[in-house]
C-alpha cells in the first residue's frame, strides 16, 4: 500500500500519454511506409535518447526521432523531417480533457514534462481546447536532459516550486514511471496506450488506471499532507 499522499502538482508525459502520434503514423503513409512501423520508430527514438544519455552524449528528440525514421526506412533527410513535422499536428486522447477538469476542479495544479522538441504539447493542448487547464508545459531540453533521468523530474519540481514529493507524474510508459519515482516523485500510470500492463521488473506505480481519468481519481484519492 502506497504512503504516499495528494499531490499539489501533477506533471503529465505528453508524447502517447496526453497526445495522440496517429498523424505521425499518417505521415509515414504518406512517404511510403506502412503505419505499423510508427511503434518500433517511436521505440528506436527512445533506444536512441537513451543510449546518448547513458554515455553523456545529448542531442535533441527530433534529431533522434529523424534518424531512427531514417535506419528503419532508408528515407532521405528531407522525407524523414517531414515525418518528424507531424508532431505538430497531434491531438489530445478522450481521457485528456475529463482528466485535466478533475484537477482543476479540485485545485491541483496541471503541468506537462516531455523530452520532446518545445512547442508540440502546446499545439496539440490548443488543438483539443485544454490549454487553459495546464498551468505551463515543459521539456526537458531546456536543460538538455532526457528523461528518465532524475534530473528531469527534480528540475520540474524546482521550476513549479514544490518538493519533489509534492508532485506526481502521470506516463503512459513504464520507464518514465521508474524515472519519477526515483527521483521521488508520486508516480502514475495509465495502461492502454502503447503499454497494455505495467513492466512489473520496474517495480509498480503508486496509483494504476485503464484511463487517465482513473489515474487522476486515484491521486485525489491519495490521504492529504501532513
Known amino acids: 500500500m502506497t504512503s504516499r499522499t495528494r499531490p499539489d502538482v501533477v506533471a503529465f508525459d505528453v508524447n502517447e500519454t496526453l497526445l495522440d502520434l496517429a498523424p505521425v503514423g499518417a505521415a509515414l503513409v504518406e512517404h511510403g511506409q506502412q503505419e505499423h512501423l510508427l511503434p518500433t520508430v517511436f521505440a528506436r527514438t527512445l533506444l536512441t535518447g537513451f543510449a546518448g544519455a547513458t554515455v553523456g552524449t545529448w542531442f535533441p528528440f527530433r534529431a533522434a526521432f529523424e534518424a531512427s525514421v531514417a535506419q528503419l526506412t532508408g528515407l532521405p533527410a528531407g522525407p524523414c523531417s517531414a515525418v518528424a513535422d507531424a508532431f505538430m499536428q497531434l491531438s489530445p486522447h478522450p481521457d485528456v480533457e475529463p482528466a485535466l477538469r478533475r484537477l482543476a476542479e479540485a485545485g491541483v495544479r496541471a503541468v506537462t514534462l516531455s523530452h520532446g522538441a518545445p512547442g508540440v504539447a502546446e499545439a496539440g493542448l490548443a488543438r483539443g481546447g485544454v490549454a487553459a487547464l495546464v498551468e505551463r508545459t515543459l521539456t526537458s531540453e531546456s536543460i538538455r536532459a532526457w528523461k528518465p533521468n532524475r534530473e528531469a523530474y527534480l528540475w520540474a519540481a524546482g521550476v513549479c516550486d ?16 521508474l524515472g519519477a519515482a526515483r527521483a521521488g516523485l508520486t508516480t502514475g500510470f495509465t495502461s492502454g496506450r502503447s503499454e497494455q500492463v505495467f513492466a512489473d521488473v520496474l517495480g509498480a506505480p503508486d496509483v494504476l488506471g485503464s484511463s487517465l481519468v482513473e489515474v487522476v481519481d486515484g491521486l485525489l484519492a491519495l490521504p492529504p499532507h501532513g
Request: glycine share 0%.
Open 162 to 177: 514544490v518538493s519533489p514529493d509534492r508532485m506526481a507524474l502521470v506516463a503512459a510508459h513504464s520507464w518514465d514511471v
